[in-house]
């Protein structure tokens, strides 16, 4: 199984490290595009099974914090009602975050959302590999477009979805991304690499060997570079025996800019709410976009057994037209 069983106390040494410039050449440029991973902040690629991690504890966060914290522990609490396992009745999106660290002439860093060039995303540089049952190999996936990368103020996320829009059937997955120079990459033709923490883990050495902590001891001295080299260690561990072998296939793991496993919970037999596919009780205001009020490409195109473009988005069928006009339901 993919299922993590990280403790709790590895939330401190992330913390930490989060916070130092990610691991780029020694000749690192003034600015570069990394894929974000900061477990301490929920700042990881979703689904996840490091989502699972006591999520009661870590994503709560401070009690104090009124404004915050009711809607972490909803969150924290749906994580816990999935026993480890995300949901296979629905089609659960990949969400990937990626930054842009740029340093003006007196060392302030900013961020903000690269372009990525998601032509780059090829088959050897971008993949999801999954076990379902008797079964496994490379999942297939819808194709990227430009609704696929939306971009905020200090980060973009890239979203992708199983082909079809389909649910991941009960299995576990492998999701990997290769960087640096033989990997994905910006508009501009810009390497995207990996953050100092994903850095550190995959390279898969035992961090408590003394020849692997040289970092860790500038930065906390030598016994608690101890203590975050085996609290480290408990996520090398998990993918060594999943991730790394997975990206081997098609490129070294050690060039990854990002990787992550997630389960999915075998099928089970309950009433099916997927939008995507216009698989809920009719009628239904999830099926409408919130701001124009009409229905949605997918929907339109669901009910007419049709498909959504994979470049401009919009569904195939000429009689679309007909149900993106609507804005509401029908009294009769």
Not at 94 to 117: M, V, W, Y
Not at 163 to 192: E, H, L, M, N
Not at 273 to 281: E, F, G, M, T
Not at 316 to 329: I, N, R, V, W, Y
Request: hydrophobic share 40%.
């Amino acid at each position: 199984m993919l299922r993590t069983t990280l403790l709790l106390t590895l939330v401190t040494p992330l913390a930490l490290l989060a916070a130092c410039t990610p691991d780029v050449a020694h000749d690192a440029p003034t600015n570069f595009a990394t894929a974000v991973f900061d477990p301490t902040t929920s700042q990881i690629p979703l689904p996840n099974d490091l989502a699972f991690t006591n999520p009661l504890n870590t994503v709560c966060g401070d009690p104090t914090d009124t404004t915050s914290v009711p809607a972490k522990c909803a969150q924290a609490e749906l994580l816990g009602s999935f026993n480890g396992k995300f949901p296979s009745d629905q089609g659960v999106a990949i969400t990937i975050d990626f930054t842009q660290t740029t340093f003006d002439d007196k060392g302030q860093a900013t961020n903000t959302a690269p372009d990525l060039d998601l032509t780059s995303f090829t088959p050897d540089k971008f993949f999801v590999y999954g076990i379902s049952g008797g079964a496994q190999g490379e999942a297939a996936l819808e194709p990227l477009t430009a609704a696929s990368y939306v971009k905020g103020m200090t980060k973009g996320t890239l979203t992708i979805h199983h082909k079809g829009f389909a649910p991941w059937a009960g299995g576990t997955y492998v999701v990997a991304v290769r960087g640096g120079p033989d990997g994905v990459k910006t508009k501009d033709g810009s390497p995207i690499y990996a953050s100092q923490v994903f850095s550190l883990i995959e390279q898969g050495q035992d961090m408590t060997d003394p020849k692997n902590l040289g970092l860790l001891k500038a930065q906390y001295g030598t016994q608690q570079a101890l203590v975050l080299g085996a609290q480290l260690n408990q996520v090398i561990n998990l993918y060594k025996g999943t991730l790394f072998p997975v990206a081997d296939m098609k490129f070294p793991h050690q060039q990854l800019a990002i990787g992550l496993t997630f389960s999915t919970q075998a099928e089970v037999t309950n009433v099916s709410i997927d939008p995507d596919r216009s698989l809920v009780p009719l009628p239904i205001d999830l099926l409408r976009d919130p701001v124009t009020g009409h229905l949605t490409d997918q929907a339109a195109c669901a009910f007419l057994s049709s498909a959504v473009d994979s470049t401009t988005g919009k569904c195939t069928s000429a009689a679309a037209g007909g149900f993106l006009a609507l804005d509401g339901f029908s009294t009769t």
